[in-house]
């Protein structure tokens, strides 16, 4: 099932972009395995060895662009499954790889048309099913300190992080979204989803965070309305109360402050 740039395979939910990513990726190895048997036997290698280094291109880009939310958390630099790369970067480095590898043969020159062929078409098919932006569901909820928080209301745009005390990559990335919700200049709220307060304080004490930002849903009723497709889930909310953005999965800081930014810039 495919909703709002989610495909959801059983119980596993992968972004459409990631997707379509991995289908590109191995319709460049499938070509270069054609190419290599009816061109150059080379290019099989090649392929293999410009897509390794696009790859590294692509996450060093990334890196480099938010250098100051790396620098904060220097171990999500090798934390891909998190997400994070710079197609444009990868694409570059890959074809500056095949060029020195394979200059104007025959194979090289065929190897270079797949990669852009499959780059303007990737970054086509992405345009295409980017998610459209969707009212953000009116509901009225409650933190922990007893303040009434009111969501779906237009004026401020906001983040909305959907998580739970059970789920691990819930856990690992709530220091940082705690850390970055004391500096944003838009509110950054964590709905908790299922669970009381008696258990969302007691999770908090045991690991030292202060409740500021969380927020209670004890029915999810939150999660059910958007329908998300796992936890964690964050959601980004512009200034008219419209979702413009879905994270399913853990997210990395660098992820997180870029949306943040781009919220930012469009206010």
């Not at 409740?211 to 008219?240: C, H, M, Q, Y």
Request: proline residues 5%.
């Amino acid at each position: 099932m495919m909703m709002d740039g989610i495909v959801e395979i059983g119980p596993l939910a992968m972004a459409t972009d990631r997707l379509m990513a991995i289908a590109a990726i191995w319709g460049f190895v499938a070509m270069a395995s054609l190419i290599a048997a009816r061109l150059d036997g080379r290019a099989n290698r090649v392929g293999w060895i410009s897509l390794l280094l696009g790859f590294v291109g692509a996450r060093m880009g990334f890196i480099l662009a938010n250098i100051d939310a790396f620098m904060a958390d220097p171990w999500t630099m090798v934390a891909i499954w998190q997400g994070g790369f710079s197609a444009l970067t990868g694409i570059i480095v890959a074809a500056i790889t095949i060029a020195i590898m394979l200059g104007r043969k025959p194979a090289g020159l065929a190897l270079m048309a797949t990669l852009t062929g499959l780059a303007l078409l990737h970054a086509g098919a992405v345009e295409l099913m980017r998610p459209q932006p969707r009212p953000m569901p009116q509901l009225a909820l409650t933190t922990l300190s007893g303040d009434k928080i009111a969501l779906g209301t237009a004026g401020r745009p906001m983040v909305i992080n959907l998580w739970a005390t059970w789920c691990p990559p819930c856990r690992r990335e709530m220091p940082m979204f705690i850390d970055v919700a004391q500096g944003s200049n838009i509110p950054v709220l964590l709905v908790n989803q299922g669970e009381s307060a008696a258990a969302i304080r007691a999770y908090l004490n045991q690991q030292g965070f202060a409740d500021k930002g969380i927020v209670t849903d004890v029915a999810g009723i939150l999660g059910r309305t958007i329908a998300s497709p796992a936890l964690p889930t964050t959601l980004f909310v512009n200034e008219a109360g419209d979702i413009v953005d879905l994270h399913a999965g853990e997210i990395s800081r660098a992820a997180l402050t870029a949306a943040i930014h781009d919220l930012q810039r469009t206010s």
